[in-house]
């Protein structure tokens, strides 16, 4: 049996909650964040499961690069040439709040 998702950020990836996705691909998925704190605001997670920064290993070297190449182009075609803030919160004194490493996009502000 497949494992169960156990965090909100696996149930988009199955797409048992639904989500404005930005991108999708084989290593990564992007979507807008619910509460944006900036006019652009968008969650971008590797498909692995990864809990958080402090669990990333050197087999995981593709995924990380490969989610700062999708975060600069996301960052263009969503118009924030002029600059953003790519934000990673690790752990519970890090203020992670789900259990699933995501990179914060922000921008527009
Ligand atoms: P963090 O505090 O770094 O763990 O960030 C978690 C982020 O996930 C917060 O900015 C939340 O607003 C966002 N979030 C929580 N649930 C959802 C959801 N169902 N869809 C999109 N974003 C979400």
Redesign the pocket.
């Known amino acids: 049996m497949a494992m169960m998702a156990d965090n909100?950020?696996l149930?988009?990836l199955d797409r048992s909650?639904?989500?404005?996705v930005a991108h999708d691909d084989d290593l990564c998925l992007a979507?807008?964040?619910?509460?944006?704190?900036a006019p652009v605001?968008v969650?971008i997670i590797p498909k692995k499961v990864i809990r958080t920064h402090a669990d990333v290993t050197a087999a995981d070297r593709e995924v990380l690069g490969h989610i700062h190449l999708v975060a600069a182009k996301l960052a263009a075609d969503l118009g924030l040439a002029d600059g953003y803030r790519l934000?990673?919160?690790c752990g519970d004194r890090?203020?992670?709040?789900?259990?699933h490493l995501?990179f914060?996009l922000l921008g527009g502000r």
Do not use: E, S, Y
């Open positions: 909100v950020f149930k988009i909650i639904p989500a404005k979507f807008h964040d619910v509460r944006p704190q605001h969650l934000v990673v919160n890090g203020g992670q709040t789900v259990p995501h914060h």
